[in-house]
């Protein structure tokens, strides 16, 4: 009878323990996936403008042959 309550006891405590770190794994998952994309969207910016810098080089050299394959 006592490990009974002994057990009823620790299941208690758990359940109610539990749920806080379920919202902290939450949140930091969450805090995790903003992080992955502020540094995508740092990419992405730098993408922007290597290929604006491209399109630019292209349109001024458009006419000549040599500037174009270095481009």
Aim: charged content about 25%.
């Amino acid at each position: 009878m006592l490990f009974r309550l002994l057990r009823l006891i620790l299941i208690l405590a758990l359940v109610v323990s539990a749920p806080p770190s379920f919202e902290a794994m939450a949140q930091a998952l969450g805090q995790g996936a903003a992080g992955l994309v502020t540094d995508q969207q740092k990419v992405i910016q730098g993408l922007t403008a290597k290929t604006d810098d491209l399109e630019k080089k292209l349109q001024q050299d458009g006419e000549d042959d040599a500037s174009l394959v270095d481009i």
